[in-house]
């Protein structure tokens, strides 16, 4: 008998719909999800806990509390990223303790836990402090390809995951390009070498390789499979759950579930992806059998394709895949998934638009000097020197990296009591992870995108460009089409600067007329500079995280002037000129766009 991680709820559509389900279109179908009897169902961390507050305006710990309540059969599980929690950078351990034992209180059963390096000294931690509280341990390796990432390296690692205390284990491929033969070799070795705990395997159907490598762990004796209901499946997701129940059954390896309640379920989240269309992504559906070589996991897949929108570079889409191979590769061999994945992936988008190297974010420089782990294999010379300057020796450490940070939980508190927020500890662990964006939300100021009663959105709707763009390139101007005759104000040439506004935030957006007619009533925003003599400009799309100059400072070319975050990573906007700033034109928490003034230094 194969058991089956079911993971509609949470990689699934992390991986197609840019972690974009909101929870009131989880609740309808839970009391028949958990009459199937998965082994568990992965429903919260990884990027939800993140997009909930950022994009949703959802509560992540009011979500795991309603799906704990109505699904009691079932244990939920959730992805942890060691002492990243579901952050992108390290915690010190008291965090990291309070996060688990809240997740645990909250609903969370199952604790996958994984090290985006491989690093067990940052497993350590998560792991001690979910079997304290009473979880589940589901110790995880992230599968990757490289001349380090051997069958025996998987095997040892396991063996010393078992006797820190892991209740099962997972080999996470994260990029779906695990191959049959390889996947046979890992799962028999574990076997072999007589480790008697269960052994997931979790994959994504990227390669077209997957279903033949699910069929060969069946047959090395593998205990748990992990898939998706179908509607929400295949291309840069798991392997659909009807279709293994189906192939399954009548075999040694039959899962024993209802594959007509299977299909009641179905049913449902076909309307669902129906409803989220504007979200569908021609990319994230395709085999690609590519992602042996550059190794981009789907869930980065999924965004990266967003991301590069916002920043108007989707047509650098497959030079970025090439070079964030050539960036692996350069930074020892790094498995890609949350939070390694980020880093690379978005060094790779800085090499392509700017140089190599030329730009590099803070979160290069921190793996580069270990603050992530220690790589798989050595960063080459030549890279750390362009990272961190030519005494990087000195940079670099060679501890566990928590082991620096002072303790954080008490100082979080503090600062949340100066605002008017509900003082709750999942509150306080919302800004102690995400303090700008966190605490957004806490003041009730954050919105969402949109909410489920207002989809599926209209083809006029902003945030359907992207998949009518996919669709119809040549079209330019789709969205006015819709805007009735009376209206237009005529033939006439489209404006090119209009103030709008989204979740509040005003932003001044310049577009290229290509023809068309203009909306009456349109506005035209406030003039303000858009070129000055000295100015120095934003190189990407982004929030001032903060400014680090006022008027009258004198600065020097190469300082920084400023702190973005952009693609979910902190990026520094140095000056390109010496002189005496005259003027600053953005405040922190302003949202900008590529080629946007920061300062005008002269």
């Known amino acids: 008998m194969v058991q089956l991680h079911e993971m509609i709820l949470r990689d699934a559509h992390q991986s197609m719909l840019a972690t974009r389900m909101r929870t009131e279109d989880m609740l309808p179908i839970a009391d028949k999800i958990d009459a199937v009897g998965f082994f568990s169902l992965e429903v919260w961390g990884g990027a939800t806990f993140d997009v909930s507050i950022r994009y949703l305006n959802q509560d992540p710990w009011e979500r795991i509390r309603q799906l704990k309540k109505a699904m009691p059969n079932t244990p939920m599980q959730m992805l942890e990223r060691a002492m990243n929690t579901v952050a992108y950078w390290n915690f010190p351990d008291d965090v990291v303790k309070k996060f688990i034992y809240l997740a645990k209180k909250n609903g969370v059963d199952y604790f996958r836990i994984f090290d985006a390096l491989n690093d067990l000294r940052n497993m350590k931690i998560p792991m001690k402090a979910v079997k304290e509280n009473g979880g589940h341990v589901q110790a995880c390796l992230s599968y990757t390809i490289s001349p380090v990432h051997t069958v025996d390296y998987f095997v040892d690692k396991f063996k010393e995951l078992g006797k820190i205390g892991a209740d099962s284990l997972c080999i996470k491929d994260m990029a779906g390009m695990i191959s049959p033969q390889r996947v046979y070799d890992i799962v028999k070795g574990i076997k072999d070498a007589g480790i008697k705990l269960p052994i997931d395997l979790h ?11 699910y069929q060969r762990a069946a047959e090395a004796g593998i205990d748990v499979l992990d898939t998706a209901m179908s509607p929400i499946s295949g291309g840069t997701a798991a392997p659909a759950t009807e279709s293994v129940v189906a192939a399954f059954k ?24 129906d409803k989220y269309r504007h979200l569908h992504r021609f990319n994230a559906l395709k085999v690609d059998p590519s992602v042996t070589l550059h190794q981009v996991p789907g869930g980065m897949l999924s965004n990266l394709i967003f991301q590069l929108e916002e920043q108007g570079a989707h047509d650098k889409y497959r030079d970025i895949l090439d070079e ?4 692996r590769e350069e930074l020892g061999y790094p498995p890609l998934v949350t939070p390694t994945s980020q880093v690379v992936g ?57 082991d620096l940070l002072k303790p954080m939980w008490e100082k979080r508190k503090s600062e949340l009591k100066e605002h008017d927020v509900k003082m709750t500890e999942e509150n306080i662990m919302i800004y102690t992870l995400f303090p700008q964006v966190g605490l957004k939300f806490l003041k009730g100021q954050a919105k969402p995108e949109f909410t489920s009663d207002r989809l599926p959105l209209p083809i006029d709707h902003e945030f359907t460009r992207g998949m009518v763009k996919q669709s119809f390139p040549e079209i330019k101007q789709i969205w006015l089409e819709t805007v009735p005759p009376e209206q237009r104000s005529g033939p006439a040439q489209i404006p090119t600067e209009f ?65 973005i975050e952009a693609m979910k990573m902190e990026q520094e906007i140095k000056s390109d000129a010496s002189g005496e700033v005259k003027d600053v034109f953005v405040a922190e928490g302003d949202s900008v766009a590529s080629g946007d003034l920061i300062i005008q230094v002269l």
């Open 324 to 327: 964030t191979a050539r960036v």
């Open 250 to 273: 009548g075999t040694k390896w039959d899962t024993g579930y209802d594959l007509e309640l299977l299909i009641e379920i179905r049913k449902y989240f076909l309307k669902v992806w």
């Open 203 to 213: 994959s994504h159907c990227t390669s077209g390789m997957t279903g033949m490598a």
């Open 346 to 402: 978005v060094q790779a988008v800085m090499n392509v638009l700017h140089g190599r190297y030329k730009v590099v974010t803070k979160e290069t420089k921190d793996y580069c000097r270990g603050m992530y782990g220690k790589p798989p294999a050595p960063i080459k010379p030549e890279i750390m020197k362009k990272v961190l300057g030519p005494k990087w020796k000195d940079e670099v450490i060679y501890c566990r990296p928590s």
């Open 499 to 563: 103030e709008v506004e989204v979740d509040g935030e005003p932003f001044e957006v310049k577009v290229n007329p290509t023809g068309g007619f203009l909306v009456a009533g349109a506005a035209v925003s406030q003039e303000k500079p858009k070129d000055v003599e000295g100015g120095v400009k934003s190189s990407m799309q982004g929030t001032i995280l903060s400014i680090k100059v006022k008027k009258g400072d004198k600065i020097k070319e190469g300082d920084v002037i400023a702190t």
